[in-house]
C-alpha cells in the first residue's frame, strides 16, 4: 500500500501534466512544466531519506510559481483557464505530500526516542 504523500505527489503531477496537453504558451513555459513534472515525480523514490524528500518539495512548488509569473509576463487573452488552475492544485498537492512527509519524520522520530 502506497503512503498518502506518494498519491498526493502522483495527482500533482498529473495536474502538471495536464496544464502541458492543455497548452503551455512559450517554450519556456513548456520546459519550465515539464521540468516541474519530472522533479514532482523523482520525489516519490526517495521515500526512506524524508528530510530530503522534503526539502525536495519545495523545487516543483518554486517552478509552479516561476510559471505564473511567467504567465504573467506572456500574457496572452485567449489562453485556457486550467492553465491558472491546475498548477495551483499541484501546488496545494505537493503542500499537502511536503506536511505529511513531515508527519511522518516527526513520527519515527518519536518512536526513537521511546526505544
Known sequence: MLRPQ??????AAFFILCCVFTGAGSILQLV???????STMAIIP???KRNLQ???C????MLLL?????????YQPDFIYGNYIFPAVAII???MARKGIEH???VLRSLDRIR
Open 6 to 11: 506518494t498519491w498526493y505527489l502522483v495527482l
Open 32 to 38: 519550465l512544466l515539464l521540468v516541474a513534472t519530472v
Open 46 to 48: 526517495l521515500y526512506k
Open 54 to 56: 522534503s526539502l525536495l
Open 58 to 61: 519545495l523545487v516543483p512548488m
Open 66 to 74: 516561476v510559471w505564473y509569473v511567467l504567465l504573467a509576463v506572456y
Open 93 to 95: 498537492f505537493i503542500f
Open 104 to 106: 511522518d519524520e516527526r
